[in-house]
């Protein structure tokens, strides 16, 4: 096939959408593309994967059919739906937008772009999302998908964040989105990234729009996009108790502030020690912390054993757990613990409690039979 080095954008829309129509995959959001279903499955999908968001995205919909069985939720049960998926600032804007909405009056999302960037935690990809893909609107979209396939296709260099990319970017989603299926459009150029044109090993040669592709005639695939400077991970260490009853029946949890990182979840209690220099602090000075914290928060706690270390890596944290099992007896009608909502309990309904994804890999450490 003859390459073309300067592509006209809009050459790429027919066998885009050709391809789309042969090659998509059946995903439950693409059934019924609803406003509220694509809006909830947008949010889902940012910064995770399609195959984890599958279940989640199927068991909201059963539970929250409609924005305003979402909007008349309580909290906890928004994040216990949404508890192992992370970013849960992504439920808990979810939710206050289905409240506002409701209390506005309004049982749908609006259809235009304008409208839908009035709306708490939706920015301008996921407005282009519900605005073409629900509403039919020629309204464009860059996500990471779609930025790989551009910087690939246009042989885009830089960093795609910067602001001269990202008006570039955008300028091309906006001269390549048809009026007539927009949606589709937009669908077919991010399932492209998803599916074929991937970060590694992109599968050029099943690619619909090879003939067109700069990088692919300037042999400059692996190079782009450019790779972006990461952040520093700053790394947090945590002492974290798993206190349970004598017997394992039961563990005492700790809701974490409303705002801030896990917020609303519940959680082991736990206290953060500082590192010693650049190295993770000792083990005994962890087990010490704990039990200084423990006793300010006026438990009575007795550690008797260690378990695995946990990692978990959050986009700004490096986070190390190191978890003692501590036994104490008291009633179990706790209500509080210090200053924060605080509740034992039972090591069989764990689980299915709105926690954090470190709480859940720290779960898989209890004894399965009290
Ligand atoms: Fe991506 Fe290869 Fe297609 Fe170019 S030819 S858009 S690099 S898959």
Redesign the pocket.
Known sequence: MALDPTPDPTALVDPLLKWYHTHKRELPWRTDPTPYRVWVSEIMLQQTQVATVIPYFERWMETFPTLADLAAAEQEQVLQLWSGLGYYRRARMLHRAAQELVAAGQLTLPDTVPELLKISGIGRYTAGAIASIAFNRPAPIVDGNVIR?FC??FAIAGDPRSTDNQKRLWALAQEMVPEEEPGAFNQALMELGAT??TPKK???LL?P??GH?Q??AQGR?SMLPEARKRTQQRPMYLATALLYQNDHTHYLLRQRPSEGLFGGLWEFINTEVPAQGTRKPHVRAMQRALEEHLAELKLNGRVVGRGEVVNHMLSHIKMTVQPFFVVCDEELDRAQVGDRPGRWISSASLPEQALSSVSHKLIAQLPKEP
């Open positions: 396939v690939r296709l074929v044109c992109p599968a050029c690619c729009v090879q592709c990088a692919l695939v």
